[in-house]
């Protein structure tokens, strides 16, 4: 007898009556029409069922810090590191793993199962480093977090820097990160590409470098990270993300670049909320969106991704981890308002976010994790639409959240209630 037994579930892919089969926490079956035994069966009733959110690049160690220690009253990029500065010497341990834990919860109410965190290891302490993993101990009976060593204040620019971020992977950090566009000088943010690619070859690990995330169409760090890549044969565990750099580019220089990091089987993530609120600083108007060049990356063959990036931070006063209204900003940001440009949204913040993170057992098929997410809606399109609610939220087969439907009642003489998904 099985454990589970979904029916009626339309798909992301557009299949509809589908059954979808639970055992010891995976995924047996899926097939149309499919009845069998089981402890619980559940009727999704049409509703969509989709693989679990996925954050490709989210700051964990600052998240819910907003006022800590004063507002970014600017809401500038250098502003927002500038008050982090500040902080840095009142973080505790404790405070750092009590802010994640909440936000882990709020991930999982959304949906939201993985999560690829940046922490920061500029500080010789590594007290973030510290807070982190045993946070993501903590979180690992509900939620898959990555840490990437990340050296905020640059892994040249600042003394010891290099040292710190090898500490921190040594203590358990997964992923190597970089910061090239803020080193002194492009030189050394070049040469800190190199370094860092060297690194994560030497120790097997992949890389995710917050890359050209500038106005200046001269930051061009992603052609050295692609080239690096390449080098080094890192094909497939190489993420840009950021990018805004390449928003403003010469089309010339672009239709070259982009070319270059799909050869290198190198990824993007995009962080549509945080770009456009950061980016065109500078411009008085029209200013810049910021935001790279999202659909034609996609053209391109490269997996491109969408990350929520901040949430209630120094760099970002707002958010709820909600997945869905990253897509729905990244859909308006990139005019990708096409069927299949939207269908192509929901993927950046689930399969694609997924395969940036080099997930195993992501999906709907057998043999997959029995996560999956049940949304009030009846395809992707729909559920960005409506951000929808998040009926039931499941991991390995075990029930984690529920929410109940959204059903507004009017008080109007035609109508007694109606449904946001008619």
């Known amino acids: 007898m099985l454990d589970l037994l979904i029916t009626h579930a339309t798909l992301p892919d557009g299949r509809t009556n589908m059954g979808v089969a639970v055992q010891d926490g995976r995924i047996t079956e899926v ?31 600052a998240t819910l810090s907003q006022g800590l220690p004063r507002v970014n009253q600017s809401g500038t990029l250098l502003e927002g590191i500038a008050v982090w500065g500040e902080l840095k010497p009142q973080l505790t341990e404790a405070a750092l793993v009590e802010r994640a834990l909440a936000y882990g919860e709020w991930a999982v109410a959304k949906g939201l199962l993985a999560i690829r965190s940046h922490v920061d290891t500029s500080d010789p302490s590594l007290l973030p480093v510290r807070a982190m993993l045993e946070a993501r101990r903590l979180m690992a009976p509900y939620l898959d977090v990555q840490l990437v060593a990340f050296p905020q204040d640059g892994v040249l620019r600042s003394p010891g820097g290099l040292d710190n971020l090898k500490r921190a992977l040594d203590l358990g950090v997964n992923v190597v990160g970089g910061i090239p566009h803020f080193e002194r000088t492009y030189e050394q943010g070049t040469a800190s590409v190199k370094l860092l690619c060297e690194l994560a070859a030497e120790r097997g690990l992949p890389v995710d470098m917050h890359c050209d995330e500038s106005d200046d169409p001269l930051s061009r760090h992603i052609e050295t990270l692609a080239s ?103 859909l308006h940001v990139a005019q990708m308002t096409s069927q299949t440009g939207m ?80």
């Open 343 to 422: 269908r192509q949204c929901f993927e950046a913040v689930t399969t694609n976010a997924a395969k940036v993170m080099g997930l195993q057992g992501y999906g709907i098929a057998p043999g997959c994790d029995a996560s999956f997410v049940l949304l009030q809606a009846r395809d992707p399109i729909d559920a960005i639409r409506l951000r929808a609610t998040r009926l039931k939220v499941w991991r390995k087969g075990h029930l984690l959240a529920e929410t109940a439907p959204s059903t507004p009642h009017l008080n109007l003489p035609r109508w007694a209630s109606i449904s946001p998904g008619h």
């Open 228 to 330: 690096e890549a390449q080098r080094l044969g890192l094909q497939g565990r190489v993420n840009g993300s950021h990018l805004t750099s390449m928003h403003s580019m010469d089309n010339y220089f672009v239709s070259k670049l982009i070319p270059l990091i799909a050869e290198a089987g190198v990824s993007a993530v995009a962080n549509p909320l945080i770009n456009i609120t950061l980016q065109g600083r500078h411009d008085t108007y029209p200013k810049r969106r910021g935001m790279t060049r999202v659909p034609e990356l996609m053209a391109a063959g490269v997996t491109v991704a969408f990350g929520h990036d901040c949430v209630m931070d120094p760099w970002y006063p707002l958010g709820s981890g909600d997945m869905l209204e990253v897509a729905h900003m990244g």
């Open 31 to 61: 097939s149309e029409g499919l009845q069998a035994p089981a402890h619980e069966t559940l009727d999704a009733a049409g509703q969509l069922l989709t693989p679990p959110f996925c954050d490709p690049h989210f700051h964990m160690d």
